[in-house]
């Protein structure tokens, strides 16, 4: 019997091959209340601290990075440079804001492999970030037209509505 001659069980139409491919990317990110209270150590160890996560799906990794970001409450909009201080100590020790830390470093044009040495995050996930951060740095100049084009790029990275309105203001 050919592939083509199974047929799907849930739609009893479709043929086994014509399933949806698997191209999509989940991103977790937990969920940090360290904001709350005045003492508490901010960095992250081997003692479990979040009171719970945030998940995205989405075709680009970008994409469900922001959308869990914001899941997650460390930035109702995503990722955004400027928020978080960018300093060695913050990309070397690992806390709840240092995606944001990493953020404001690509801003300030730290290099990836800098960023990358310090923080020991792999290079593919820092030029994720960057696109980002670019976008953002683009989206906020006060001479962009919003066209349907970058409209379009800036949804596909996983600018919410509220945040390219921020962008543009």
Known sequence: MALDE???NMTGDTSACFEPSLDYCVVKVPRWDLGKFELVDTHIGSA???VGEGMAISRSFEE??????RMSGIDEFG???FVVECSDDALSNPTYQRVLAVATGLAQQRSIENISSLSGIDPWFLHAIKRIVDLFLELSTASIVLTEQLLVKAKRLGFSDKYIGLCVK
């Open 48 to 50: 479990m601290k979040s």
């Open 64 to 69: 469900a990075l922001q959308s869990a970001i």
């Open 79 to 81: 990722i955004r440079p």
């Open 6 to 8: 199974l047929k799907n």
